[in-house]
């Protein structure tokens, strides 16, 4: 699962070997009859891995945010009990 995966490493996890892999099933599935060139499916995913790396950073950017306003909330809770007594 992707919980378990740091944030420095999430944006890494496909590697090189995994997109050739990739890049080799696209060319099968074109000599079977596909009527999609392999350079198009190439792009596409490479599209695809960059519109992923974006989204990850994105998400690590509102994970840091979240974390920051529940620090937030609870020095503010903190201080509140203090002001209260």
Known sequence: SAANVPEDDA???YSRTD???YSRYSRDAN???SSI????LEKR???LERELAKE???NA???????????LIGKLKEEIDLLNR
């Open 11 to 13: 944006p890494n996890r």
């Open 19 to 21: 997109r050739t892999t």
């Open 31 to 33: 000599s079977s009859g």
């Open 37 to 40: 060139p392999s350079n198009a």
């Open 45 to 47: 995913i490479e599209e």
């Open 56 to 58: 990850r950073q994105e």
């Open 61 to 71: 950017r509102l994970m840091k945010m979240t974390q920051d306003k529940e620090e």
